[in-house]
């Protein structure tokens, strides 16, 4: 895989159509160069309901631009099989009829090498469209390509996290990129940083693009509470384990509680025990657990359980809005090539709070509901993210396998409870 990746620059939904089309193919080849290092065989596999198949979402992101673009917009357009509709639509109820999602790994057909021509066919047109278009038709369809290009993103993201799981079904533990990995130092004291009570604007508010959820700015009232310095880390976390947190009801939910007992669970997911050590299936293989690591792959259960066992909280989404607007957007992404959360480069303290950016989701304790004023789109495209405001988790920051240019302070990722298998992790928070 090449190692200058640069995905597309933060586009307004006015953009010109030559950055427009130049963010469109850089975000398209770098959903190729992901699948880069994977054999015919590993594109099929579905390993659970949440997973799709690596081809599916090669399918699929090219089926939202042929759907919600080339469709409505190029009368002489045909797709290369109307059946597509039916097999890559995800979840689009207005749109059409589609494949029951569970079983997105039963299908062997279109081939890896169809799916691949498919993307190809999908975008030539585009291309062609972009550069003819009437100049009112461009302002009409330009938020609707910056909204393709940024889900394309998501989708991304999902590759790389759903081929984990996928590999880590395989009892060869086999590896998706080889990378190195270096002797960590201790991690940095983890420090309280104090935030006043504020009456605070939240929300995004600028010209570039952003998801519909993430507005209207509102006001909200925060009162004053402090944010841990850092993540928490691997071995932290052990701490937890071995002290019993997993076997003490009084530290759960009781969903969470249900859901440990069903489940088993006794540590993060990908980590298992090998003549008393813990070991940690990664995309580079399986390695030892690094305590330094931040730790990912638990859910909003075992992240509220660790908490309380700490006498700290979960942050709301308020509280870690507030505290991650004027830091840098900085950090360990996917552009890093490293698939994997890192240490803390530095074994000092600092008066803000560090690892807010890349590396991994940080849970919040905010149920996922819209902010005061909140309307969905008109049309399919309003099905994008608010019918799913129930029953979820608000999750911030971004991970080692986010695009850098997809994340802003105000961006709402959103999971059930019980999910584990994206890089999700724990900052602490509580009162003054």
């Known amino acids: 895989m090449a190692k200058n990746i640069q995905d597309p620059p933060v586009l307004s939904p006015s953009a010109p159509r030559q950055a427009l089309l130049e963010a469109y193919t850089r975000v398209r080849r770098f959903s190729e160069q992901l699948c880069a290092p994977l054999v015919i065989e590993d594109y099929v596999i579905q390993s659970m309901p949440d997973v799709s198949p690596t081809r599916w979402h090669l399918a699929h992101t090219s089926w939202f631009f042929e759907t919600f673009v080339l469709l409505p917009h190029v009368p002489a357009y045909e797709s290369p099989h109307p059946q597509y509709a039916y097999l890559f639509n995800s979840y689009y109820n207005s749109v059409g009829e589609r494949h029951c999602r569970p079983k997105r790994g039963l299908i062997s057909r279109p081939t890896v090498q169809e799916t691949y021509a498919y993307r190809q066919y999908v975008d030539e047109r585009i291309s062609d469209f972009l550069l003819t278009c009437d100049e009112n038709v461009l302002q009409k369809v330009a938020p609707v390509v910056t909204l393709g290009i940024h889900h394309e993103q998501q989708h991304q993201e999902l590759m790389v996290t759903d081929i984990k799981h996928v590999l880590s079904c395989n009892p060869l533990h086999p590896v998706y990129l080889e990378q190195p990995t270096y002797p960590a130092q201790p991690p940095a004291t983890l420090e309280w940083i104090s935030y006043p009570e ?86 580079s293989g399986l390695r030892a657990v690094e305590p330094a690591e931040p730790v990912c792959h638990v859910s909003f259960y075992e992240a509220d359980a660790y908490a309380r066992w ?123």
């Not at 996917?334 to 989701?361: C, I, K, R």
């Not at 309307?375 to 695009?403: D, H, I, W």
């Open 310 to 432: 700490a006498d700290a909280r979960l942050a709301t989404e308020a509280e870690w809005e507030l505290a991650a607007r004027l830091l840098p957007i900085e950090g360990n992404f996917v552009e890093n090539q490293t698939f994997h959360p890192v240490p803390l480069a530095t074994s000092t303290t600092s008066e803000l709070p560090l690892q807010m950016y890349g590396d991994v989701w940080e849970w919040t304790q905010s149920a996922y509901l819209p902010y005061r004023g909140y309307r969905p789109a008109p049309g399919a495209l309003g099905e994008y993210n608010g019918k799913f405001m129930c029953n979820q988790f608000v999750l911030r920051g971004g991970s080692c396998a986010t695009s850098i240019t997809h994340i802003r302070p105000t961006y709402r990722n959103f999971f059930p409870p019980d999910a584990r298998w994206q890089f999700m992790g724990v900052r602490l928070a509580r009162e003054v």
């Open 198 to 283: 504020e009456l605070a604007w939240l929300g995004y508010a600028g010209d570039g693009f952003f998801y519909d959820n993430e507005g209207p700015r509102h006001r909200e009232f925060v009162d004053a509470y402090q944010l841990g310095s850092r993540l928490i880390t691997n071995g932290e976390y052990l701490q937890f384990i071995e002290d019993g947190g997993y076997q003490n009801p009084l530290l759960w939910l009781s969903s969470g509680w249900n859901t440990v007992q069903a489940e088993q669970w006794q540590a993060p997911l990908y980590w298992e025990k090998q003549d008393g050590r813990w070991m940690m299936m990664t995309l």
